[in-house]
C-alpha cells in the first residue's frame, strides 16, 4: 500500500456538453455567444447552436470540409470559416457560402468591424468586405504580415503584425503602431488587454512577449513544454488554451487563480465568458466545459465515490470513498494522503475520529476501528453512524438496530441507565435488535441519547425513555443533528423537524422551501447544512434564513453523500468527487435570462409570427418552440404564460414548447415570461397575437344569406300551408262545435239525473218525521231542504259556481243528513285561508255526490260514533279536497250493500267518474281523484279517504 502525500486531480465543477448530451462532434475550436445571448460552437462536424437545452445544427452541402472555425457575428447573422479560407454564413436553418470571398488556399484570420464588414489578412494584402452590398475593397499589402491579429470588438479596429512592426486597421486605413527592430518568430497570437500587446507563439520559448515602443520584451510564462492552441481576451482576462489545460493572467501577465492549470488533462482550444459570467472551455477531446463558479473546486479520486466525510487532526478531513478507502485531505494545499486501502471494495457509510485514542472509526459492512494506518478492530455489524455516548461507550445505528459497543476492545461498559434497556451479546449490548437503525446523536449537555429505527425516533434519559412524535404519529428519520441546543432530524418525506424536550415542530410548514426528502444533516454554529434531492441546502436555525446550493453554485449534477462544514469551507462528498464549496458565499444569478421564441408550428408546419394573425378555423393546432438562455442552472428555470391577461400558468421545468391543440375561433393575447434559477424574470417578455377566423357557417355574410333562404322557403311553405289549415279549421270548427253541444248536453242529462236523486232522498226523510209527528225536524228539516233545493236549482244552469257557495250547499246538505240521523253524524269542516273563497271557480256540485257516498255507504253500516272530516286546501294553482270518515270501509260496505240491495249501484259514483270524464277534456290541468281505505295496525278497516285535486279555474265563464 502507498501511503504517501499526493496532489489531488482538482478542477472546478464543469457541465459536459458533448456527443452522448446531442453535440455532434467531442472536437471543439471555437465559441461565441451571439446578441440573443445563444451560445454557438465550430466543431469538425459543421456549426452548433446551444440554447441550454437543445442543440440545432447548421451544415453546408459546399463546405470543401466540414471543420469550421473563426466565429463571427455580423449583424445578426453568424459567420465562420473552414480550414481551407472559404466563408459561410447562417440563412435560416442552413450554412450558406459566401462565393464573393474567394478562398487563398488556406485559413487566414479574419475579424468583423462595424457590425457589418469582415477584415481579412492574407500574406499578400489587405481586404475588406461589406456583407450587406457584397462588395469587396482591397488595400496596398504589407510586407511580411504574420498570422498574428486581434480583432478588438471595445475598439472597432483590428491590430496585426508584420516582421517589423505592429498594425491597426479601422476599416478605411492601416497604420504603424510600433516599429520592431527585430524580427519575432513568435507570431501566432496577438492580445491587447488594456493599453498592454502581447504576441504569442505556439510553442517556442518564451511563448510570450510584450510589444512596447521599445520592441519586443520576453514574459516569462508557462515553462513547460506544451503547444498553445488559442489566446483569448476574456474580459479583463488573458486565457493561453493548450494541448494540457488553460491558464489565465491578468493585464500585466501576472499568473490569476493561484497560476492554477484548468482541466489539464484535455487539450483546451478557446475560452468563452458568457453574459452571466459562466466560463466554456471548448476542448479538442471532450466537447465543450461549461463552468459557472471557477472558484468552486472538484477533487477526483479516481475510480471511487466519495461517500463519507469526519474532521480530523489538524484541520484535515477524513474522506471514505465506495471502495472501502479512507483518505486524509489537507484543504489548505489540496493533498491526499491515503490512511487506509481495505481489499474488500465496499462503501464507507460513515466515520468518526476519536481524537481522545486517536483511533478512526468506518461504519460500512462492518465497523472498524483504525489507530492510525493498522487496523486494531472489527465488529460485524452493518454500521450506518456512529457517536459516543461516554468516555467507555460507542452508539451504532446498524442495519437491525442500535449497539452499545466499548471505545476499546475490552468489555463495555454500559450506563447505568441504559442498562435496563440493553439486551447483552458477548461484549455488545443492543438497546433494540429488531428494527432497522439509521442514525444515532448523544447529547452531553441533557445527557440524552437519540436512536433514529424503523420503529420510529426514540430518547434515552436517566429520567426515563420514550418516543417523540409530531401530530401523534411516529417519526421516521433519516439523519440527526444537534444545533442550538435543539435536536433536529430529517425525514424521507416530510421535512426537517425541530425538536426540543419531547416537543418536535415541523419546519417544512413554517419555512417554505426547505427540502422534503432530508438525506444527511450536519451543523456549523446557527447553520444547518441540508443534503436532499440534487440541492444542498443552508438553514440557519436563529435567523431561519435559508440558502440553496445547486448546479449554478457549483455543485455537480451526481448523488450527494454527505456534508462537513470546517473554517468556513463547505466540503461535499458526491459520487464525482469531493466539492470544495465556500460557506459564506451563495451566488446569485442576476442576470435576467434571455427568453427567445425559436419556431412557430400551425398544425404541424412551419409558420411566422405574421400568419398567426391571418388563421383559417381549421389551423387552431399551435405549437411555440421556446429557448431559455440561462445557462448555470437551465432546468431549475421557468416559463410562464398567459392568455387574454388571464392567470399566470407555468410550464413543468425543463419544457420548452407551448402547445394548445384544438383552438376555439377568436382573438387571443398571449404573453410569456421567464425566470432563472434565483426566480430573476426576463428582460422582456413574448407578447403574441392569434387570430383564428370563424368557420363559414359562422361568418355574417353566410349566416345572413342562410336567414334569406331560409324566411323565403318558409314563406312559400307557409302560404301554402295556409290554404290547407284554413280549410281544416273550417272543418275543425264545425266539429268543435258539435262537441261542444255534445258535452253540454251530456253534462245537462247528468245533472238532470242528479237532482231528482237527491231530491228522492231528502223527501223520503221528510216522510219519515210526518209518519213519528215530530213537527219541530219535519219544520226545520223542510226549511234547509227548501234552502238546499233553491240552491241546487240555481247551480244546475251554471257550468262553474263559486267555491263560497259550494261551501253553502254542502253544509246545508250535511246539516240535512243530521237532523235525518238524529245528530249520529258529527262532521268538521276545514278551509284554506289562503282560499278566496269569494273569487274561487270551481265545477259546480262536484263535492257532494262524494260526501253522500261517504255517509250512505261508510258510515251508515258502522256501529260507532260517525265522524266526517271534510278539508279544502291551497296546493299551488289547485284546490285538495280530502274527505275523510270513519266508517266501515268500502269492501264491508259492498258486502252489506250486496246483500241489502241487490238491485242497486251507486248511481252518484258512476255519473261522477262520467263527469270527470267529460270536464279532463276541456281542461289543461285535469281534475285527479284517489280513494284510500284506512286499516288499524291489525289491518282491519278503519274508514275512507277520498281525494280530489282541483285545478282553480282562471274564468267564470261557463264554457267547460
Known amino acids: 500500500m502507498c501511503f504517501g502525500a499526493t496532489l489531488c486531480a482538482q478542477d472546478p465543477v464543469s457541465v459536459n456538453l458533448n456527443s452522448q448530451s446531442g453535440l455532434p462532434s467531442n472536437a471543439v475550436y471555437n465559441l461565441l455567444q451571439d446578441q440573443q445571448g445563444f451560445i454557438w460552437i465550430g466543431h469538425d462536424k459543421g456549426l452548433s447552436r446551444f440554447d441550454g437545452t437543445n442543440f440545432q445544427h447548421y451544415t453546408a452541402p459546399a463546405q470543401q470540409g466540414r471543420s469550421v472555425s473563426n466565429l463571427m457575428e455580423i449583424n445578426h447573422q453568424v459567420w465562420c470559416q473552414d480550414f481551407s479560407g472559404h466563408f459561410y454564413y447562417t440563412w435560416g436553418d442552413r450554412l450558406h457560402k459566401e462565393t464573393a470571398l474567394l478562398s487563398a488556399g488556406a485559413y487566414s484570420p479574419a475579424g468583423a468591424m462595424d457590425n457589418q464588414s469582415i477584415f481579412l489578412i492574407n500574406y499578400d494584402s489587405l481586404k475588406s468586405y461589406d456583407t450587406q452590398r457584397r462588395v469587396i475593397r482591397a488595400f496596398p499589402a504589407v510586407p511580411g504580415v504574420k498570422q498574428a491579429v486581434f480583432h478588438s470588438q471595445r475598439e472597432n479596429v483590428s491590430y496585426f503584425l508584420s516582421e517589423t512592426a505592429l498594425h491597426q486597421f479601422d476599416g478605411h486605413h492601416h497604420s504603424v503602431v510600433y516599429s520592431l527592430a527585430s524580427v519575432l518568430s513568435t507570431n501566432a497570437f496577438l492580445v491587447k488587454c488594456g493599453s498592454n500587446f502581447y504576441a504569442f507563439g505556439r510553442k517556442e520559448q518564451p511563448f510570450c512577449h510584450q510589444i512596447t515602443a521599445n520592441g519586443a520584451v520576453p514574459v516569462p510564462i508557462l515553462n513547460e513544454a506544451r503547444l498553445l492552441q488559442d489566446v483569448t481576451l476574456v474580459g479583463d482576462e488573458i486565457w493561453v488554451s493548450t494541448t494540457s489545460g488553460a491558464y489565465a493572467f491578468d493585464g500585466q501577465m501576472k499568473p490569476l487563480y493561484g497560476g492554477h492549470c484548468f482541466f489539464p488533462e484535455h487539450s483546451i482550444t478557446q475560452i468563452l465568458k458568457d453574459r452571466e459570467g459562466n466560463y466554456w472551455f471548448g476542448t479538442l477531446n471532450t466537447g465543450v466545459l461549461m463552468v459557472s463558479d471557477m472558484h468552486t473546486v472538484l477533487v477526483r479520486y479516481p475510480a471511487e465515490s466519495v461517500m463519507a466525510l469526519s474532521p480530523y487532526k489538524n484541520r484535515e478531513i477524513l474522506v471514505g470513498t465506495s471502495a472501502n478507502s479512507i483518505f486524509a485531505f489537507d484543504p489548505q494545499n489540496r493533498r491526499n494522503q491515503k490512511l487506509v486501502t481495505n481489499t474488500a471494495k465496499e462503501e464507507i457509510l460513515a466515520l468518526y475520529y476519536d481524537a481522545q485514542r486517536e483511533t478512526v472509526v468506518s461504519c460500512g459492512n462492518s465497523v472498524r476501528f483504525y489507530h492510525g494506518k493498522t487496523k486494531i478492530r472489527e465488529e460485524l455489524l452493518a454500521g450506518k453512524k456512529l457517536c459516543v455516548v461516554n468516555d ?334 284554413q280549410k281544416n279549421n273550417e272543418l275543425m270548427a264545425q266539429k268543435m262545435q258539435l262537441e261542444q253541444e255534445l258535452q253540454k248536453s251530456m253534462l245537462a242529462s247528468i245533472k238532470s239525473q242528479m237532482n231528482p236523486h237527491f231530491l228522492f232522498n231528502a223527501l223520503n226523510t221528510i216522510q219519515s218525521y210526518i209518519y213519528t209527528n215530530d213537527k219541530e225536524n219535519a219544520s226545520l228539516y223542510l226549511g234547509k231542504f227548501s234552502d238546499l233545493t233553491r240552491i241546487i236549482l240555481d247551480m244546475s244552469s251554471r257550468d262553474t259556481v263559486l267555491l263560497d257557495e259550494e261551501l ?129 295496525a291489525y289491518g282491519q278497516p278503519t274508514g275512507t279517504r277520498v281525494t280530489l285535486r282541483i285545478p282553480i279555474l282562471k274564468n267564470t265563464t261557463n264554457a267547460v
Open 392 to 725: 467507555q461507550t460507542y452508539a451504532v445505528a446498524f442495519s437491525s438496530g442500535i449497539a452499545l459497543l466499548g471505545r476499546s476492545s475490552a468489555r463495555v461498559t454500559v450506563p447505568d441507565w441504559l442498562n435496563e434497556h440493553t439486551l447483552r451479546d458477548v461484549d455488545r449490548f443492543f438497546l433494540t435488535h429488531r428494527f432497522r437503525g439509521r442514525a444515532v446523536v448523544f447529547d452531553n449537555a441533557t445527557q440524552t441519547l437519540y436512536t433514529a429505527t424503523a420503529e420510529g425516533l426514540r430518547f434515552y434519559h436517566p429520567k426515563g425513555n420514550g418516543f417523540i412524535q409530531y401530530e401523534q404519529k411516529p417519526l421516521y428519520c433519516t439523519s440527526l443533528c444537534l444545533a442550538g441546543g435543539r435536536l433536529y432530524a430529517g425525514t424521507f418525506w416530510d421535512g426537517l423537524f425541530e425538536i426540543e424536550g419531547e416537543k418536535s415542530t415541523a419546519l417544512q410548514r413554517t419555512t417554505p422551501g426547505l427540502s422534503q426528502t432530508v438525506y444527511r444533516l450536519c451543523t456549523n454554529g446557527d447553520d444547518l447544512w441540508i443534503v436532499g434531492d440534487e440541492l444542498l441546502q443552508r438553514y440557519n436555525v436563529r435567523t431561519k434564513e435559508l440558502s440553496d446550493f445547486t448546479v449554478a453554485d457549483g455543485l455537480p449534477k451526481a448523488p450527494i453523500n454527505d456534508v462537513l462544514v470546517q473554517d468556513n469551507q463547505v466540503f461535499v462528498a458526491t459520487h464525482d468527487g469531493l466539492v470544495l464549496l465556500n460557506a459564506a458565499k451563495k451566488s446569485v444569478n442576476e442576470t435576467p435570462p434571455l427568453l427567445e421564441l425559436t419556431g412557430i408550428w400551425v398544425n404541424e408546419q412551419a409558420a411566422s409570427a405574421d400568419q398567426l394573425l391571418h388563421l383559417k378555423p381549421n389551423e387552431n393546432n399551435i405549437r411555440l418552440d421556446l429557448a431559455l438562455l440561462s445557462f448555470r442552472d437551465n432546468k431549475a428555470s421557468t416559463i410562464s404564460y398567459r392568455i387574454n391577461q388571464g392567470d399566470w400558468k407555468t410550464l413543468p421545468r425543463g419544457v420548452r414548447s407551448l402547445q394548445f391543440a384544438s383552438l376555439a375561433s377568436g382573438v387571443y393575447s398571449l404573453e410569456i415570461t421567464a425566470c432563472n434559477e434565483d426566480n430573476i424574470p426576463c428582460a422582456k417578455n413574448i407578447l403574441l397575437r392569434l387570430d383564428i377566423a370563424a368557420p363559414l357557417y359562422q361568418q355574417p355574410w353566410f349566416i345572413g344569406l342562410v336567414l334569406v333562404a331560409i324566411i323565403a322557403a318558409m314563406y312559400v311553405y307557409f302560404r301554402q300551408k295556409l290554404r290547407l289549415e
Open 808 to 936: 253553502k250547499a254542502l253544509v246545508l246538505y250535511i246539516e240535512l243528513e243530521q237532523i235525518r240521523f238524529e245528530d249520529k253524524l258529527h262532521y268538521q269542516l276545514y278551509v284554506d285561508e289562503q282560499l278566496q273563497r269569494q273569487f274561487v271557480h270551481i265545477p259546480s256540485m262536484l263535492i257532494q255526490p262524494y260526501v253522500e257516498n261517504a255517509i250512505k255507504h261508510g258510515l251508515m253500516h258502522s256501529k260507532n260514533q260517525w265522524q266526517l272530516d271534510i278539508s279544502f286546501e291551497k296546493m299551488g294553482d289547485s284546490i285538495q279536497v280530502v274527505i275523510d270518515d270513519n266508517g266501515v270501509g268500502r269492501k264491508a260496505s259492498a258486502a252489506i250493500s250486496a246483500q241489502r240491495y241487490k238491485k242497486h249501484h251507486s248511481f252518484a259514483t258512476s255519473a261522477n267518474q262520467k263527469r270527470l270524464e267529460i270536464l279532463n277534456k276541456g281542461l289543461q290541468t285535469t281534475i285527479g281523484f284517489t280513494i284510500e281505505d284506512k286499516t288499524n
